[in-house]
């Protein structure tokens, strides 16, 4: 257990369609980023928040958005589903130092059909 | 603008042979380095990390990475891989100023009987 929870860990849903994926940092950790991992994209940055502020964006597109809470956890919010967007989505956690790298989530495999 | 470079996508060894992975990195001072490892349908675990001070830096299940600062690189190696080291490998590089991780496209490692 990395200490980075991420639910659920598998979400089927139809094109068109919301979903919500959730994730809570480790303990002590202040910022949260979100990753897209496709096979042919690899692994994209997406969004980072940094105490409740976004604080950087990455390839995100203008559907997803995302969030991160008082308690410091975070949502990413995809909308108007597309095939192209079934990935397994990747949340991490690093502390305000930098300095241990991230940890990361186990990911939740999203799959639109 | 910063850039990382893993230049091979797919590496095949043998159990028992020595393994090595490359990263080349472009950015104009030492940022931070890092190598993750993901295995089917996990999430991203870390092996090791590089910030300052020897240039040679131990990690877990026998890696280790040389930071050379000429060649702008920081490749993994291992003397002896076991079936179970067959996984993706991911260099990444980061900078406090960035505030964020930049990732290879990855290295599949295959290991062969």
């Known amino acids: 257990d990395s200490g980075v929870t991420q639910t659920p860990k598998h979400l089927i849903t139809a094109t068109g369609q919301r979903v919500t994926l959730r994730c809570s940092p480790r303990?002590?950790?202040?910022?949260v980023y979100w990753y897209q991992q496709s096979l042919d994209q690899g692994l994209q940055f997406l969004i980072q928040y940094y105490n409740g502020e976004e604080r950087a964006k990455g390839n995100i597109l203008e559907r997803f958005s995302a969030q991160q809470f008082p308690d410091l956890h975070s949502e990413l919010n995809l909308s108007s589903l597309e095939l192209g967007d079934s990935a397994l989505y990747f949340c991490a956690s690093s502390n305000p130092e930098f300095n241990y790298g991230y940890t990361f989530g186990s990911g939740t495999r999203l799959t639109v059909v | 603008a910063q850039s990382v470079t893993q230049p091979d996508i797919h590496i095949t060894v043998s159990e028992g042979a020595s393994l090595e992975l490359r990263c080349n990195y472009s950015?104009?001072?030492?940022?931070?380095l890092f190598w993750y490892v993901q295995s089917p349908g996990q999430g991203l675990q870390l092996l090791l990390k590089y910030f300052s001070g020897d240039t040679l830096v131990q990690g877990i299940k026998g890696f280790e990475a040389e930071f050379k600062r000429s060649q702008s690189s920081f490749n993994l190696r291992k003397p002896s891989v076991h079936w179970s080291d067959a996984a993706e490998y991911f260099c990444?590089?980061?900078?406090?100023?960035?505030?964020?991780?930049?990732f290879g496209a990855g290295t599949q490692v295959v290991v062969t009987p």
């Open positions: 303990s002590g950790d202040l910022s």
């Open positions: 950015y104009g001072a030492t940022p931070y």
């Open positions: 990444a590089v980061g900078a406090r100023s960035w505030g964020k991780f930049q």
